[in-house]
């Protein structure tokens, strides 16, 4: 069992959409990281949150942090193509500065 | 600056071999933490090491083995290696020992196991 849950685990939309994706534990973190993976690469950082209840914007991006610091939330305002690949959500694990864990992740397709 | 850089990039090997993969990290960076990614558990970690000593662990088989360089660059082994140990390895590195500090990760390497 994944210590977070991200959902869905695949997504497919077309060009012009909104959509959300999730990221949920039962654990708190003292902070939490979303990442882009595109074929090929590794994981690039997109945003950390830190305090609870947080909302950072990144243009067509919105990163949430629960109040409880238990989950987050990513919004993608009219989805391009080049919004295609793979959402890692990562968190850090409170009272353990090294220990940072991944969600499987969510597989997003943008369709033009 | 030059990114995180891994080798090889691509490898095949059959049970029971051994591997060796290296990761060069970011100039001035000290801290090397090594991922095993799957599609079915996605990114898992393996271990961490910061000034050439091994800060932390992830819950793998004494197969995988590491160890950094007094240059940070850093080397993971894997012994006899098995069919599901097929995956993409990541390694990742960052400035200091805590998450605070961003972490990057190089393009990793494709092992695949026959």
């Known amino acids: 069992t994944q210590l977070l849950e991200q959902s869905p685990q695949f997504l497919s939309i077309q060009e012009g959409e909104n959509l959300t994706v999730y990221c949920n534990s039962s654990?708190?973190?003292?902070?939490l990281q979303w990442y882009r993976q595109e074929p090929g690469e590794g994981p690039v950082l997109l945003v950390t949150?830190?305090?609870?209840?947080e909302v950072k914007k990144l243009k067509r991006l919105t990163f949430q942090f629960g109040d409880a610091r238990k989950d987050s939330s990513l919004h993608i305002t009219a989805a391009q193509p080049g919004d295609t690949g793979l959402y890692l959500c990562?968190?850090?694990?409170?009272?353990?500065?090294?220990?940072?864990?991944f969600g499987a992740g969510t597989r997003l397709t943008v369709k033009p | 600056k030059a990114g995180v850089t891994q080798t090889p990039r691509y490898l095949i090997k059959t049970r029971g071999q051994q591997v060796t993969l290296s990761c060069s990290p970011i100039?001035?960076?000290?801290?090397v933490s090594w991922y095993q990614q799957t599609p079915g558990q996605g990114l898992q970690f393996l271990f961490e090491?910061?000034?050439?000593?091994?800060?932390n662990k992830g819950n793998f088989p004494g197969r995988f083995s590491g160890r950094q360089f007094s240059n940070s660059r850093s080397e993971m082994n894997v012994s006899t290696l098995e069919l599901g140990d097929s995956a993409l390895y990541l390694c990742?590195?960052?400035?200091?020992?805590?998450?605070?500090?961003?972490?990057?990760f190089g393009p990793g390497t494709r092992l695949t196991v026959l």
């Open positions: 990742a590195s960052r400035p200091g020992q805590t998450t605070a500090d961003t972490q990057y």
């Open positions: 100039s001035g960076h000290r801290s």
């Open positions: 949150v830190v305090t609870g209840g």
């Open positions: 990562a968190g850090a694990l409170r009272g353990n500065n090294n220990d940072m864990r």
């Open positions: 090491y910061f000034s050439e000593t091994q800060r």
């Open positions: 654990s708190v973190f003292s902070s």
